[in-house]
């Protein structure tokens, strides 16, 4: 049976360090970083060959660049051999643009859906989206409510 490795991105490291104390687990060691031209850079600092990866990354504050910082951090984790990679996004980044409300206008939250499903997430877990309508390709999402 696989164990849990549970990663933090940088978007809300408080909330991933109580969620790690209250599960009794350690944070991943992972290292992001910004390259010369401001391109994310991420490091996945220990073997996940194998493990059930939790990744806790908010979509809140500089989306964007946290969206982007997730998604390479899926990846790594899937090319590194992980098991499964469960994507923690209390916040979901784009997830008010839910359905065409004009001609032409994008779907953005189910382009960000399908983003983290092709970067390798395996099940998605966030809170209170704004439809629930949101579901990646090939990809799981569970939505928590809040009390």
Do not use: W
């Not at 850079?41 to 939790?54: A, K, L, N």
């Not at 990354?57 to 982007?68: A, F, K, P, R, T």
């Amino acid at each position: 049976m696989p164990n849990i490795v549970l990663f933090s991105g940088s978007s809300h490291q408080d909330l991933s360090q109580r969620v790690a104390d209250r599960l009794g687990l350690e944070l991943g060691k992972v290292v992001t970083k910004k390259f010369s031209n401001q391109e994310t850079s991420v490091e996945i600092g220990e073997s996940v060959r194998g493990e059930d990866v939790y990744i806790i990354q908010s979509g809140c504050g500089e989306i964007n660049d946290n969206l982007m910082e997730l998604l390479i951090m899926i990846n790594a984790c899937k090319i590194a051999s992980s098991s499964r990679v469960t994507a923690v996004i209390p916040c979901f980044p784009y997830a008010r643009q839910d359905k065409k409300d004009k001609s032409r206008a994008p779907i953005s939250a189910k382009l960000v859906a399908n983003m983290l499903s092709v970067a390798g997430a395996d099940h998605i877990i966030t809170m209170d989206l704004h439809a629930s309508q949101i579901q990646g390709k090939h990809c799981r999402v569970e939505e928590l409510y809040h009390c």
